[in-house]
């Protein structure tokens, strides 16, 4: 294994480590403490990402052996990652008081509501046309039965025809 893709680990891990014990930390605190420690916690989920993005390069320049345990690893690293965000996201979200959630929760529902109309009256558009479309097609279908009705008498009047010629041709060398 490379070890600079193990140095870049060891980083990781004691980052990840420290990040969790800062989320448990921010979770017990209020107030300007709690916003100076989710700060820190940001700068180093940056800094995981710079480590994760280097054992990415590092992983994908080696062996394709070597290089598919690496990318196994790392995608638990990702993993890992992306929990530690929604936990900072968990802890952010829990600092809106009340009035902020019921301000943003009533401009939300007026969004829903345009976007319910836009989506109503697509969908009213997307129906017509394909009424439209089936229309077209039903017209399309009777045409060509009625075509293939005359189709068929043409080809009846075609035989008849050909029997009386044969009937006629019979008659005059018999």
Request: glycine share 6%.
């Amino acid at each position: 294994m490379s070890e600079v893709f193990e140095g870049y680990e060891r980083q990781y891990s004691e980052l990840s480590a420290n990040l969790t014990k800062k989320c448990t930390i921010a979770g017990g605190i209020h107030g300007e403490q709690k916003k100076q420690k989710i700060s820190e916690i940001k700068a180093g989920i940056d800094e995981a990402e710079s480590l994760i993005r280097n054992m990415d390069l590092e992983a994908r320049s080696l062996q394709p052996n070597v290089k598919a345990v690496l990318l196994a690893k790392l995608r638990e690293y990702k993993s890992d990652l992306n929990n530690l965000k929604s936990e900072v996201k968990r802890l952010v979200s829990g600092n809106l008081n009340a009035s902020a959630r019921d301000e943003l929760l009533e401009s939300g529902m007026a969004d829903a509501l345009t976007a319910s109309a836009d989506q109503r009256s697509r969908l009213m558009a997307t129906t017509e046309r394909l009424d439209k479309t089936s229309d077209r097609v039903k017209n399309s279908r009777r045409t060509m039965l009625e075509t293939e009705e005359l189709g068929v008498s043409i080809l009846q009047d075609l035989h008849s025809q050909r029997q009386s010629l044969l009937h006629a041709h019979g008659s005059w060398s018999g």
